[in-house]
């Protein structure tokens, strides 16, 4: 059954955008979102969730980062700040009936924002990874994630995201699941504020 505020297998992919060699290091809490977005792929791909990704003008800004670029089959080059405005992503979500996006990736107040209006334009239901976006100045990403939740945005966690996909402990991919979930904790800390910039 369909229900356009949870997140299912089979309806949603996954959109990493833009988090890039040259610009990572100067984003805020670059160690949670590589950590998050990793954390994200990596279940994704256990569960069967497609994974997109883009990049913008990677000659200048570098490469998608490992370890996200290594697991990683389909990325689009651009230079418009919308990953869906220049057509391959949107087409690619359109074809496979995906009609859900969680999306994660930098910046907060440009790339990503800019993504989210457009794919809610389309008619898509958008899950924003908060703990998986960021940009290089807090006032930025506090007022992106204010105005994507305003126009229609669901405001999600990496965490909330993967067990939703689960949906069941009994799901066959729960044990793997569960031993990512555990080595982001140790990643994490006891603190929960752990980051790997550190």
């Given at each position: 059954m369909s229900h356009q505020f949870r997140l299912k297998v089979e309806d949603t992919a996954l959109?990493?955008?833009d988090i890039q060699e040259k610009?990572?290091?100067?984003?805020?809490?670059?160690?949670?979102?590589?950590?998050?977005a990793s954390f994200l792929v990596n279940a994704a791909k256990v569960l069967g969730v497609p994974v997109i990704a883009t990049e913008q003008y990677p000659k200048g800004l570098g490469p998608t980062v490992e370890p996200i670029r290594g697991l990683l089959t389909t990325v689009w080059e651009k230079k418009t700040f919308s990953a869906v405005a220049e057509g391959g992503a949107l087409d690619f979500l359109k074809?496979?009936?995906?009609i859900k996006v969680v999306v994660v990736g930098i910046e907060a107040h440009i790339c990503v924002m800019q993504t989210v209006l457009d794919l809610l334009n389309q008619g898509f239901?958008?899950?924003?990874?908060v703990d998986a976006v960021s940009s290089r100045y807090a006032i930025d990403v506090k007022i992106a994630l204010k105005r994507m939740q305003q126009a229609g945005a669901i405001l999600v966690t990496a965490e909330t995201c993967v067990y939703e996909w689960l949906e069941t402990a009994a799901n066959p991919a729960f044990r793997e699941i569960s031993a990512m979930v555990q080595e982001r904790m140790r990643q994490?800390?006891?603190?929960?504020?752990?980051?790997?910039n550190k």
């Open positions: 959109l990493v955008i610009l990572l290091p100067k984003i805020m809490q670059a160690g949670e979102v590589l950590r998050n074809s496979d009936a995906r239901h958008v899950f924003v990874c994490i800390g006891p603190d929960g504020n752990a980051s790997l």
